[in-house]
């Protein structure tokens, strides 16, 4: 199923004729039928030779361009603690709303290079992880 609709989305991109109202860029949400399956996702994303950013770092990982997003292993973390004190007793309308504090950015100079994309030192700098 997956490969039949990034296949159509991928094709309805890869058609349009307008170059003024085709996609220049792609920003990919954290969908669950995206984060399932990132290097078929980076894979078709790639056939298209546009630049995207993805929410985690799995997708720069199997061959997307960058992600900035949370950093997932911290989240369910937290999301633990909350669940144990919910389990401990505590009435949820007590406990505070927990946000993400952690955020990572990951840039994958491969395919940079393969967009022809150079990529600023400043935010190369700023990354918490660079692919060579």
Do not use: W
């Not at 490969?3 to 109202?21: E, L, Y």
């Not at 007590?94 to 990529?119: C, H, R, S, W, Y």
């Amino acid at each position: 199923m997956f490969n039949r609709i990034a296949n159509d989305f991928c094709n309805k991109i890869g058609t349009s004729r307008n170059f003024a109202r085709s996609p220049h860029a792609l920003v990919v949400a954290g969908d669950a039928l995206y984060l399932s399956r990132p290097k078929e996702l980076t894979a078709q994303v790639a056939r298209l030779a546009l630049p995207a950013i993805y929410p985690y770092r799995e997708f720069p990982a199997s061959g997307g361009l960058i992600s900035y997003g949370t950093n997932r292993p911290i989240a369910y973390q937290q999301a633990g603690v909350y669940a144990s004190r919910v389990l401990k007793g505590a009435k949820t309308t007590d406990l505070p709303v927990m946000q993400p504090v952690t955020f990572e950015l990951v840039i994958n100079l491969k395919t940079a290079k393969a967009l022809g994309l150079a990529i600023p030192p400043t935010l190369l700098a700023l990354a918490d992880e660079v692919i060579d």
